[in-house]
């Protein structure tokens, strides 16, 4: 059964050069550890770690992968920046279908879109409430898929855990 966490970018500083410059401020950085330290006790390694391109993103994977001992490269993909559910959605659905586990680090209002529109409302309570009260920086939810990634489908995934990280 596939695992899929989906992340929103952690804290960032309020102004750059371009928006997708923007980087992490020191507790966006802090958050991006403890969310990394978190899915690491959780169990979760993922084989699979599609990133958005911007900084903010891209700097939250790295943080969050050092603080839980992975090695594994993120797969920055720029199409992740202004990316519409429907859209991530077909990234998911191109997955290595030989993954089990895969992260997934993008932007707001897309995250937390993505995030309700998989849950198929049967998972942890208190992981429906997180995801209900919004999805903050650093807010993750982590989800088991009843099939293969390229048949994963709105409403069809069970919510197993929510967290946001707070460093």
Not at 26 to 52: H, I, N, Q
Request: hydrophobic letters at 45%; one cysteine or more.
């Amino acid at each position: 059964m596939p695992r899929l966490v989906v992340m929103r970018h952690a804290k960032a500083e309020p102004w750059a050069a371009s928006d997708h410059a923007r980087r992490l401020t020191a507790r966006g950085t802090a958050d991006a550890e403890a969310a990394g330290r978190w899915l690491a006790d959780f169990g979760f390694t993922p084989e699979v770690a599609l990133v958005s391109g911007a900084a903010r993103t891209r700097d939250t994977w790295s943080a969050a992968a050092e603080a839980a001992g992975w090695d594994l490269p993120g797969t920055f993909d720029e199409g992740l920046y202004s990316a519409d559910p429907d859209t991530v959605l077909d990234l998911i659905r191109a997955l290595d279908e030989h993954a089990s586990t895969a992260m997934l680090i993008g932007h707001n209002p897309t995250m937390a879109a993505l995030a309700q529109l998989l849950d198929d409302g049967t998972g942890e309570r208190p992981a429906t409430e997180l995801l209900l009260r919004g999805f903050p920086t650093a807010a993750l939810a982590v989800f088991e898929l009843p099939d293969s990634w390229q048949d994963v489908a709105y409403g069809e995934c069970l919510l197993r855990a929510a967290h946001v990280g707070r460093g």
